[in-house]
């Protein structure tokens, strides 16, 4: 949720931090500091509500200058956005930490504290981890055992990085339960919550493993494991060109995330599917003989890739017959739930750090399923690890709060996956010809939607004075319906909600009136005709349409109907085509309304506290 970057340099660091804050910004934003050592004198610390460009505007004025620094953009979840509740959170004036996550029993800890004397300045939970580490160090005398002491004291997740002005010339770091990887460099070395902090000033990172405990100087990097084990992180290789985290001609990262679709659908069949089947090779070596097993599928994961596990099970129901039940990470977590052995565990997490997916997946470990599989666009992410199987999909790095092509190429992964599964289960070779042949399409269809765009953006104006949407689909095309009223909602700020649209007179048609926009996805397909029943039923309450569908539909612009008329796409891959014009419209409406695109009010983009 908050992003931590850090950097030990022969060089002043200063800009390194804050270049890595700002590639940082998408996971919280209402708040960013920094604290730099310059091996002479104590802490020298910036504070600033607001977005990193405050606290960039607060250093020009007075900058900071040293070879070791740590820093921070915050999302706040114990205290206000305040200067005081921001962090780097000090106990005196030669002790700074940055942390994310959540402490647990950060209350028992503060009152423990308070009672040894420790004044406390702020409402974090992070400020008692800092005076539980100085109370260690003072009877330690060193900063790394005075951090690995204080860690098993803490409850919660946490991804921490320490400095201390006595021991210039390293950080300790050190990770449970949020993400943290360590930048190599030559003759200095970083650390942060995320790769694209990092990709300025090297392309090489470790990933630190849960419960790792690492000492960070600028010719040495040395990890300890859980159990005080020395162990070697491997080196990977960032996978992504640096540019592929900059906006380029783009207003705006979403805008341009939008746009890359096609070719990151395209990245993600790569090697995985023939002219006419999918290879299931390419979803690992012993995907063969796992999906044999698979008797029942069970989905779990948060917000947009919830809504890809929803279409998903469509098409592992449909095309595969096997059972497939789908649920949000949070719920599933806490509640007594049953896994059969033969289950196959799927978590989608375009992030692989989102702390309930990755909570849920721990419970069902412990519960016992066959395997477990995962869809995730972050290479050495949490998930990834802790999961049997991997599908990577290959978006790139998607810095617009808003999932886009995350999503997208999330049901990709889970075509290809269900196609795998189906064939175990007796689907025909020609089925199979016939939906992969549709597959290799959706690049150019997306294309086609893309260039729609001006058409999208006119029918945006509609919104502009509303207050609340009802976006309908059937089928399939039903979670395409609640992913397009969560993108509406979460960058315009309109209240918006999706129905299958069968539902709408159980209740919700109450609502419709002349001030009620209400967006439908009706590709032609074996729903159709009910779903133009259920449009008539809108009309005749004045509620005005605005329709996409294909030529085959039918759909007839008429006074109160606008309709945008999409390409004709295969049924089973109509929801990834459906998905786009949904996602220009919201974006559209956002621009209008003037907020802020990619990075909205109160969310970030990597939810890795509970
Ligand atoms: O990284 P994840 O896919 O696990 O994230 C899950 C949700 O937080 C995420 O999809 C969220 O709903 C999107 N930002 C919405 O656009």
């Given at each position: 949720?908050?992003?931590?970057?850090?950097?030990?340099?022969?060089?002043?660091?200063?800009?390194?931090?804050?270049?890595?804050?700002?590639?940082?910004?998408?996971?919280?934003?209402?708040?960013?500091?920094?604290?730099?050592?310059?091996?002479?004198?104590?802490?020298?610390?910036?504070?600033?509500?607001?977005?990193?460009?405050?606290?960039?505007?607060?250093?020009?004025?007075?900058?900071?200058?040293?070879?070791?620094?740590?820093?921070?953009?915050?999302?706040?979840?114990?205290?206000?956005?305040?200067?005081?509740?921001?962090?780097?959170?000090?106990?005196?004036?030669?002790?700074?930490?940055?942390?994310?996550?959540?402490?647990?029993?950060?209350?028992?800890?503060?009152?423990?504290?308070?009672?040894?004397?420790?004044?406390?300045?702020?409402?974090?939970?992070?400020?008692?981890?800092?005076?539980?580490?100085?109370?260690?160090?003072?009877?330690?005398?060193?900063?790394?055992?005075?951090?690995?002491?204080?860690?098993?004291?803490?409850?919660?997740?946490?991804?921490?990085?320490?400095?201390?002005?006595?021991?210039?010339?390293?950080?300790?770091?050190?990770?449970?339960?949020?993400?943290?990887?360590?930048?190599?460099?030559?003759?200095?070395?970083?650390?942060?919550?995320?790769?694209?902090?990092?990709?300025?000033?090297?392309?090489?990172?470790?990933?630190?493993?849960e419960?790792?405990?690492?000492?960070?100087?600028?010719?040495?990097?040395?990890?300890?494991?859980?159990?005080?084990?020395?162990?070697?992180?491997?080196?990977?290789?960032?996978?992504?060109?640096?540019?592929?985290?900059?906006?380029?001609?783009?207003?705006?990262?979403?805008?341009?995330?939008?746009?890359?679709?096609?070719?990151?659908?395209?990245?993600?069949?790569?090697?995985?599917?023939?002219?006419?089947?999918?290879?299931?090779?390419?979803?690992?070596?012993?995907?063969?003989?796992?999906?044999?097993?698979?008797?029942?599928?069970q989905?779990i994961?948060?917000?947009?890739?919830?809504?890809?596990?929803?279409?998903?099970?469509?098409?592992?129901?449909?095309?595969?017959?096997?059972?497939?039940?789908?649920?949000?990470a949070?719920?599933f977590r806490y509640r007594k739930h049953v896994i059969q052995k033969?289950t196959?565990f799927?978590c989608?997490?375009?992030?692989?750090?989102?702390?309930d997916t990755l909570a849920a997946l721990r419970q069902a470990k412990k519960a016992g399923f066959r395997a477990a599989?995962?869809?995730?666009?972050?290479?050495?992410?949490?998930?990834?690890?802790e999961s049997d199987?991997?599908?990577?999909?290959?978006?790139?790095?998607?810095?617009?709060?808003?999932?886009?092509?995350?999503?997208?190429?999330?049901?990709?992964?889970?075509?290809?996956?269900?196609?795998?599964?189906?064939?175990?289960?007796?689907?025909?070779?020609?089925?199979?010809?016939?939906?992969?042949?549709?597959?290799?399409?959706?690049?150019?269809?997306?294309?086609?939607?893309?260039?729609?765009?001006?058409?999208?953006?006119?029918?945006?104006?509609?919104?502009?004075?509303?207050?609340?949407?009802?976006?309908?689909?059937?089928?399939?095309?039903?979670?395409?319906?609640?992913?397009?009223?969560?993108?509406?909602?979460?960058?315009?700020?309109?209240?918006?909600?999706?129905?299958?649209?069968?539902?709408?007179?159980?209740?919700?048609?109450?609502?419709?009136?002349?001030?009620?926009?209400?967006?439908?996805?009706?590709?032609?397909?074996?729903?159709?005709?009910?779903?133009?029943?259920?449009?008539?039923?809108?009309?005749?309450?004045?509620?005005?349409?605005?329709?996409?569908?294909?030529?085959?539909?039918?759909?007839?612009?008429?006074?109160?109907?606008?309709?945008?008329?999409?390409?004709?796409?295969?049924?089973?891959?109509?929801?990834?085509?459906?998905?786009?014009?949904?996602?220009?419209?919201?974006?559209?409406?956002?621009?209008?309304?003037?907020?802020?695109?990619?990075?909205?009010?109160?969310?970030?983009?990597?939810?890795?506290?509970?």
């Open positions: 949720m908050c992003g931590i970057v850090g950097a030990v340099s022969e060089r002043d660091v200063q800009g390194i931090l804050l270049e890595g804050l700002r590639r940082l910004e998408y996971r919280g934003y209402d708040s960013a500091g920094m604290a730099v050592l310059d091996g002479k004198s104590a802490v020298q610390r910036a504070r600033e509500v607001g977005k990193v460009e405050s606290l960039a505007a607060a250093i020009e004025a007075s900058p900071l200058s040293g070879h070791l620094g740590i820093a921070h953009t915050r999302w706040a979840t114990h205290g206000e956005p305040s200067q005081l509740n921001a962090h780097p959170h000090m106990s005196g004036d030669r002790l700074a930490i940055v942390h994310n996550g959540i402490i647990e029993n950060y209350q028992e800890l503060r009152e423990e504290l308070k009672a040894d004397g420790f004044e406390f300045t702020s409402q974090t939970d992070t400020e008692v981890v800092v005076h539980l580490i100085e109370k260690n160090y003072r009877e330690l005398g060193k900063l790394y055992d005075a951090v690995k002491t204080a860690v098993t004291r803490l409850r919660g997740a946490y991804a921490l990085a320490v400095v201390h002005a006595d021991e210039p010339e390293h950080m300790v770091v050190c990770r449970e339960g949020s993400p943290l990887v360590i930048g190599v460099g030559i003759g200095e070395n970083f650390i942060a919550s995320d790769q694209l902090a990092l990709l300025p000033v090297t392309d090489r990172f470790m990933f630190l493993e419960g790792d405990l690492a000492d960070i100087r600028r010719d040495s990097i040395e990890i300890h494991d859980r159990e005080g084990a020395l162990v070697d992180r491997a080196v990977s290789r960032f996978e992504h060109s640096a540019d592929a985290a900059e906006k380029g001609e783009y207003r705006h990262y979403m805008l341009k995330e939008i746009h890359e679709q096609p070719r990151v659908i395209k990245a993600t069949m790569e090697g995985r599917v023939t002219d006419s089947r999918v290879l299931e090779q390419a979803l690992g070596i012993e995907a063969g003989e796992l999906l044999q097993d698979v008797r029942h599928v989905i994961a948060c917000g947009t890739s919830y809504h890809a596990g929803m279409v998903a099970r469509y098409w592992i129901e449909d095309l595969a017959g096997v059972p497939c039940s789908v649920e949000v949070s719920e033969d196959l799927l989608i997490s375009q992030s692989g750090e989102t702390a599989l995962a869809i995730c666009n972050v290479p050495g992410s949490s998930l990834v690890r199987l991997v599908i990577m999909t290959q978006a790139g790095p998607e810095i617009g709060v808003a999932s886009t092509k995350a999503f997208t190429t999330q049901l990709t992964a889970l075509l290809i996956f269900s196609l795998a599964l189906a064939r175990k289960n007796g689907l025909s070779a020609e089925r199979e010809a016939d939906i992969v042949k549709a597959l290799h399409l959706v690049p150019g269809q997306v294309s086609d939607v893309l260039a729609l765009e001006g058409e999208i953006a006119e029918m945006s104006e509609r919104f502009v004075e509303k207050n609340h949407a009802l976006f309908l689909g059937r089928g399939s095309q039903f979670p395409v319906a609640m992913e397009g009223a969560l993108k509406l909602k979460e960058i315009s700020y309109i209240h918006a909600e999706a129905y299958p649209a069968g539902e709408l007179k159980h209740g919700p048609l109450a609502l419709v009136d002349s001030e009620m926009p209400v967006i439908t996805v009706a590709p032609n397909n074996s729903m159709a005709e009910k779903l133009k029943s259920n449009l008539e039923e809108v009309r005749a309450r004045g509620g005005e349409l605005f329709v996409f569908a294909d030529r085959a539909a039918n759909v007839k612009p008429e006074e109160n109907i606008h309709v945008v008329q999409l390409p004709e796409v295969h049924e089973i891959t109509a929801p990834i085509v459906y998905t786009v014009p949904l996602q220009l419209l919201s974006y559209h409406v956002a621009v209008l309304k003037g907020t802020d695109v990619d990075q909205p009010r109160n969310l970030a983009k990597s939810v890795t506290v509970e």
